[in-house]
């Protein structure tokens, strides 16, 4: 019983998570990975040049991370969060942003600590 309890309060952090995310895409998958790092096992990952690492979080540090991330990253308009345009002006268009999956399977979390 206590088990269960237990993923009923991580399922509410990532629903957290969800809403601090500035994307819509890609969510069951962002939910998979989210679960495998707040596991005590924790998730395996290579760097470019092969070398493993083992990725854990805990489910405020995801939610905090991605708050900031989405500040820095995104702008609010009208109560929905856009990236931020790149070059002068804005003429590049706006920045190209990883979905939620790509961001917490590469650790990058960890760069907004």
Known sequence: MQD?????ETHGKFDEF??????????????????????PEGKWSKLPDGTKIHLRASPQQLIDAAIRYREENCE???????????????????????????????????DYE
């Open 76 to 110: 609010e308009i009208a109560g929905k969060w856009y990236p931020l345009l790149e070059g002068r002006h804005g003429q590049d268009g706006p920045k190209k942003l990883p979905h939620a999956s790509t961001w917490l399977n590469q650790g990058r979390y960890e």
């Open 4 to 8: 269960n309890v237990v993923r009923l």
């Open 18 to 39: 969800w809403a601090a995310w500035y994307g819509t895409a890609g969510k069951r998958y962002a939910k998979e990975i989210f679960f495998k790092l707040i596991s």
